[in-house]
């Protein structure tokens, strides 16, 4: 049995910034094997579980990418090292942030800058530019240079603390929570009969590249495919209308990147199970693993399907586990129901 709230703290306080994805697959790997699910790893860094179905009629790929947001090192300058980023940041979180400089060794940092009394007056209350932080690790000189060098990569040092109402607080959870949710599926799908082979792939560099969920659906040619990531859940100061609340259950989207039969099929199956869901509008092609899938080779149904998420891309993301809870089953039992006739003639098209 899967302790999914010991897993998503060790997933969420590994470090696997785009392209250094090592440390949360070693975890990964160390899970499929106790529940005894086969795995490999691509030429690109994906790693991919694979369970075989019992007729092996279909190909299903779920996809969840492991890699977090980070920095990286642009100059080291006497005793502060400048950085840029990986990813998407909204620099007005940074100042004060710590962090882990991964160089020679591990060392421990600190987001600095000038203090809003030494600038001029008309700057005081500005958002700094990124240009005027730097990362402040105690060293100096030439031993700071002995340690760190341009090109390393910095991540967040963040633990994952528990908050009421079942709900989690930690760096990485975007896209943790999705990896800690592919990991019990395939729990699930033990207990469970499933006619498709069902392909786990565990993505690398969604955040910058997308290079993950390109490749492997090239390679595995999947008959469907179900992206799994998180979204942004109402938080405070939010409009009234959005749609998506914290504990209310994974998001089923639907749009243009979304497959019609797919996504009317899972709605279905939520509803006869009684697993709690709700619907999210995304006009365009998503900022998710969805896109890549989408348009491989001769085009592949995908759907995504994302757990909701307050504070996107800072280190304090917070998640709902019945929400993750959810999200198993709902996936779980889409892939106990899938059949060789679901796809027979339809396009994107209705």
Same mark, same amino acid.
């Given at each position: 049995?899967?302790?999914?709230?010991?897993?998503?703290?060790?997933?969420?306080?590994?470090?696997?910034?785009?392209?250094?994805?090592?440390?949360?697959?070693?975890?990964?790997?160390?899970?499929?094997?106790?529940?005894?699910?086969?795995?490999?790893?691509?030429?690109?860094?994906?790693?991919?579980?694979?369970?075989?179905?019992?007729?092996?009629?279909?190909?299903?790929?779920?996809?969840?990418?492991?890699?977090?947001?980070?920095?990286?090192?642009?100059?080291?300058?006497?005793?502060?090292?400048?950085?840029?980023?990986?990813?998407?940041?909204?620099?007005?979180?940074?100042?004060?942030?710590?962090?882990?400089?991964?160089?020679?060794?591990?060392?421990?940092?600190?987001?600095?800058?000038?203090?809003?009394?030494?600038?001029?007056?008309?700057?005081?209350?500005?958002?700094?530019?990124?240009?005027?932080?730097?990362?402040?690790?105690?060293?100096?000189?030439?031993?700071?240079?002995?340690?760190?060098?341009?090109?390393?990569?910095?991540?967040?040092?963040?633990?994952?603390?528990?908050?009421?109402?079942?709900?989690?607080?930690?760096?990485?959870?975007?896209?943790?929570?999705?990896?800690?949710?592919?990991?019990?599926?395939?729990?699930?799908?033990?207990?469970?009969?499933?006619?498709?082979?069902?392909?786990?792939?565990?993505?690398?560099?969604?955040?910058? /590249? #997308?290079?993950? @969920?390109?490749?492997?659906?090239?390679?595995?040619?999947?008959?469907?495919? !179900?992206? $799994?990531? %998180?979204?942004?859940?109402?938080?405070?100061?939010?409009?009234?209308?959005?749609?998506?609340?914290?504990?209310?259950?994974?998001?089923?989207?639907?749009?243009?990147?979304?497959?019609?039969?797919?996504?009317?099929?899972?709605?279905?199956?939520?509803?006869?199970?009684?697993?709690?869901?709700?619907?999210?509008?995304?006009?365009?092609? /998503? #900022?998710?693993? @969805?896109?890549?899938?989408?348009?491989?080779?001769?085009?592949?149904?995908? !759907?995504? $399907?994302? %757990?909701?998420?307050?504070?996107?891309?800072?280190?304090?993301?917070?998640?709902?586990?019945?929400?993750?809870?959810?999200?198993?089953?709902?996936?779980?039992?889409?892939?106990?129901?899938?059949?060789?006739?679901?796809?027979?003639?339809?396009?994107?098209?209705?």
């Amino acid at each position: 049995m899967i302790d999914l709230v010991w897993l998503l703290k060790r997933l969420s306080e590994a470090a696997g910034v785009s392209a250094q994805e090592k440390s949360p697959k070693e975890i990964v790997k160390e899970e499929l094997k106790k529940i005894s699910v086969q795995f490999s790893e691509d030429r690109v860094g994906n790693l991919i579980a694979f369970k075989e179905g019992k007729r092996k009629s279909g190909k299903v790929m779920l996809a969840a990418h492991i890699d977090e947001i980070g920095l990286i090192i642009t100059l080291i300058q006497d005793t502060v090292l400048r950085f840029s980023t990986i990813g998407g940041f909204d620099t007005r979180i940074l100042p004060g942030q710590e962090v882990m400089v991964y160089g020679r060794k591990p060392l421990k940092g600190i987001i600095g800058n000038i203090p809003p009394h030494f600038l001029p007056r008309d700057k005081q209350n500005d958002v700094l530019p990124i240009e005027d932080l730097f990362i402040d690790v105690g060293l100096s000189g030439n031993t700071l240079k002995r340690n760190v060098q341009v090109g390393d990569f910095v991540g967040f040092r963040k633990n994952l603390d528990e908050l009421y109402n079942e709900r989690y607080c930690g760096k990485s959870l975007d896209n943790r929570a999705s990896v800690a949710s592919l990991i019990s599926t395939f729990n699930e799908l033990n207990k469970l009969h499933h006619e498709w082979d069902v392909y786990g792939v565990f993505t690398v560099q969604e955040e910058i /590249t #997308g290079l993950g @969920a390109v490749s492997s659906s090239y390679n595995i040619t999947p008959d469907a495919a !179900i992206a $799994i990531d %998180v979204g942004f859940g109402k938080q405070a100061g939010f409009p009234a209308e959005h749609p998506v609340e914290l504990g209310k259950g994974p998001v089923i989207a639907v749009g243009p990147n979304m497959h019609p039969v797919l996504q009317k099929s899972m709605v279905e199956i939520a509803k006869e199970y009684e697993i709690p869901y709700q619907i999210e509008a995304e006009p365009t092609v /998503t #900022g998710t693993d @969805a896109a890549g899938i989408q348009i491989s080779k001769k085009g592949i149904p995908t !759907i995504l $399907i994302s %757990v909701p998420l307050f504070y996107m891309h800072t280190p304090c993301e917070v998640v709902s586990l019945k929400d993750i809870k959810r999200t198993v089953r709902l996936i779980s039992l889409f892939i106990a129901n899938l059949n060789t006739k679901m796809l027979e003639g339809e396009s994107y098209a209705t």
